[in-house]
């Protein structure tokens, strides 16, 4: 065993959980952000801007989320600016985009679980429409999410180790590199693992509490 390699990377390890970290909380709120608002276009059943939203959202959700992570920082993002982006605002842009599309869904399914007669209440109250979805339908709907959405954005922190692929160091990406150096493999990979364990068990045990 080769426990040493740990500390003796320590910081080196932790410049990557920052980096782990700075990617899923950006890109977790730009996603629901961005999910919602094309939760809500879906759910609207405006023509065409649901078909729209409902194309975009399945040609998304139909990609390989590393793939759509090589594509947005060697083809979309070069392609739009004229020039390339850093490896992290790459990585924010795809995670941003790919998790708003499943956080559309679950908006739109969270929408779709209102009761009608809670709905009708705020009519026959005079809400107008934008007045019943910011204060009866999207409230209601969000504490319903709540679950979901976190279930996602627990899927959002392990996605962020696909950013490796275009040359992002973060967590798991610098444990290769220590690994690559020193052919210890078995201890980094465990540490790193049980990292990812206590981000995300500390995530879902939030969930339970706000299940309560």
């Known amino acids: 065993?080769?426990?040493?390699?740990?500390?003796?990377?320590?910081?080196?390890?932790?410049?990557?959980?920052?980096?782990?970290?700075?990617?899923?909380?950006?890109?977790?709120?730009?996603?629901?952000?961005?999910?919602?608002?094309?939760?809500?276009?879906?759910?609207?059943?405006?023509?065409?801007?649901?078909?729209?939203?409902?194309?975009?959202?399945?040609?998304?959700?139909?990609?390989?989320?590393?793939?759509?992570i090589v594509f947005v920082h060697f083809g979309f993002l070069p392609y739009m600016l004229g020039t390339s982006a850093s490896y992290f605002q790459s990585a924010c842009i795809a995670l941003t985009i790919f998790t708003s599309a499943y956080i559309a869904e679950i908006i739109r399914g969270g929408l779709r679980s209102i009761e009608k007669g809670q709905i009708d209440a705020?009519?026959?109250?005079g809400f107008s429409y934008c007045q019943r979805l910011t204060y009866i339908t999207l409230p209601l709907a969000f504490s319903r999410m709540t679950p979901a959405l976190v279930s996602q954005f627990i899927s959002l922190v392990k996605d962020t180790s696909l950013a490796s692929a275009i040359g992002l160091i973060e967590l798991t990406r610098a444990g290769e590199i220590i690994y690559e150096r020193t052919y210890h493999e078995f201890e980094i990979l465990i540490f790193i693992a049980f990292v990812y364990f206590v981000i995300c068990y500390s995530l879902s045990f939030i969930s339970k509490n706000l299940e309560l």
């Open 1 to 68: 065993m080769y426990w040493s390699d740990i500390p003796e990377n320590f910081n080196f390890l932790m410049n990557g959980l920052l980096v782990t970290i700075k990617l899923a909380l950006i890109s977790g709120v730009g996603s629901i952000i961005l999910g919602t608002i094309f939760g809500i276009i879906r759910y609207s059943r405006i023509f065409p801007f649901n078909i729209i939203a409902a194309a975009l959202i399945e040609i998304v959700r139909s990609i390989p989320l590393i793939l759509f």
């Open 122 to 125: 705020a009519k026959s109250l």
